[in-house]
């Protein structure tokens, strides 16, 4: 089903009115963590002003130490809810569990699989219980073909809307947090239909190597882009480090529009 081959024409994937893939770019942007009403908020109308498209949050979040922050649960989606109601953007955020399925359907309008679950197949096969749309981030060791063939386990299961997001792979370089795969957007272009959005943020783990990363990303023809934002990076209960100030984040859209023109 994700297949070029069967499917030649690029996939258009509608994310509560907003169009990903086939020259539609999505710009989702916001904290790493929803850690308050406020922060949300002020983070939300910023990025908004500057040109993104949708809001990211996470609320369940897949921590390496059980002993950092895991998120605000069922009260941080609250909080996207109300943000959303404000500010107007869609909602991206992840999912962990399928307990909480019916919770995301109903709150969250693209509903995100972390790295560490992309090969979690049975969370996979539960998604195809909904139609809403899945961001299917990239294992951190995953190849290509098992990254497609777990979109293949969404979409076999009767959710065909997928986007899929390269966030950087495990390498045996330490500098960075992961490294960054541009040659994904070629190869999964050749590979599947599906729209492919890159993770610069999460791929460095290091916010000044976000802007030059999301460039290059998108003068390699990626459907959209996903950046961290943060209204306080310093102070941030989750990956500070990587996180753009709104300041930057608005010098970047402009930049990231231009070359989007130009291409
Ligand atoms: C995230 O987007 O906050 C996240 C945890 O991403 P990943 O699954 O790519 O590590
Ligand atoms: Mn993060």
Redesign the pocket.
Known sequence: LANKAFHPEATVIDVDGVKVGAGHLALIAGP??VESTEQVLAIAKEIKASGANML?G?AF??RTSPYAFQGMGLDGLKILTEVKKEVGLPIVS?LMSAEYLDDFNEHVDLI??????MQNFDLLKHLGDIDKPILL??G?NATYDEWVMSAEYIMASGNENVIL?E??IRTFETYTRNTLDLQAIPVLRKMTHLPVVV?P??AGGRWWLVESMAKAAVAADCDGL?I?VHNDPENAL??GAQSLKPAKFTELVDQIRAIASAT
């Open positions: 790493c963590s990211r996470g979040k897949p992840e995100q699989i972390g790295a560490r679950n981030k990239r951190l997001c966030r950087g993770d943020s999460h996903m961290e989750c990956d």
